[in-house]
């Protein structure tokens, strides 16, 4: 070969997909997150269902250790709904994803505000906004919930700059 010669390899590589390469993964998540989530969103649609029924919207009668567990078998059930998204769609960023991320900051920020209503109140970690007895919520399930709020709006703008990418492709 001489100094201006180049090689050209102009087979085909398959190229691996999101989904293809974390399949093992995806599977494992909903292994652990599947089972959990459908035995417990019977009891949690029983509750919300009992409390519409007889008009009893306060919660003093719920255990703060209930509303955490049900706050996270919601979590567990769209984590779920997102990795068989990831599955069939093949690709890591959707529109339903970021909702779907979203609606998780949205549940751990209702659990935030819900809590400090229970009977047996405790903060997890620290009282936000607390004057004389009212506190308005919990601290960390609040800062928590923020958080995974603003990780699915950052997801979001990722959505559409790979929507906008292969537009231009």
Same mark, same amino acid.
């Given at each position: 070969?001489?100094?201006?010669?180049?090689?050209?390899?102009?087979? *085909?590589?398959?190229?691996?997909?999101?989904?293809?390469?974390?399949?093992?993964? @995806?599977?494992?998540?909903?292994? &652990?997150?599947?089972?959990?989530?459908? &035995?417990? #969103?019977?009891?949690? @649609?029983?509750?919300?269902?009992?409390?519409? $029924?007889?008009?009893?919207?306060?919660?003093?009668?719920?255990?703060?250790? *209930?509303?955490?567990?049900?706050?996270?078998?919601?979590?567990?059930?769209? #984590?779920?709904?997102?990795?068989?998204? #990831?599955?069939?769609?093949?690709?890591?960023?959707?529109?339903?994803?970021?909702?779907?991320?979203?609606? $998780? %900051?949205?549940?751990? @920020?209702?659990?935030?505000?819900?809590?400090?209503?229970?009977?047996?109140?405790?903060?997890?970690?620290?009282?936000?906004?607390?004057?004389?007895? +009212?506190?308005?919520?919990? %601290?960390?399930?609040?800062?928590?919930? $923020?958080?995974? +709020?603003?990780? %699915?709006?950052?997801?979001?703008? %990722?959505?559409?700059?790979?929507?906008?990418?292969?537009?231009?492709?």
């Amino acid at each position: 070969m001489n100094n201006n010669d180049f090689y050209v390899n102009t087979q *085909n590589k398959r190229k691996k997909s999101f989904a293809s390469k974390n399949r093992i993964l @995806i599977f494992i998540t909903l292994f &652990f997150t599947l089972p959990l989530s459908f &035995f417990s #969103i019977p009891d949690i @649609i029983i509750s919300a269902y009992s409390k519409i $029924i007889y008009g009893n919207f306060y919660f003093n009668d719920e255990s703060s250790k *209930n509303i955490i567990m049900n706050s996270f078998c919601l979590t567990l059930f769209i #984590i779920s709904i997102v990795c068989i998204t #990831i599955l069939i769609r093949k690709k890591p960023f959707s529109k339903i994803i970021c909702n779907s991320i979203n609606l $998780i %900051g949205i549940i751990w @920020i209702i659990t935030s505000i819900i809590l400090p209503r229970t009977n047996d109140f405790s903060p997890i970690g620290f009282y936000f906004m607390k004057k004389g007895d +009212f506190v308005f919520a919990d %601290g960390f399930v609040l800062i928590s919930g $923020i958080i995974v +709020f603003l990780i %699915g709006k950052i997801l979001y703008s %990722g959505f559409e700059l790979q929507s906008e990418s292969e537009e231009v492709l």
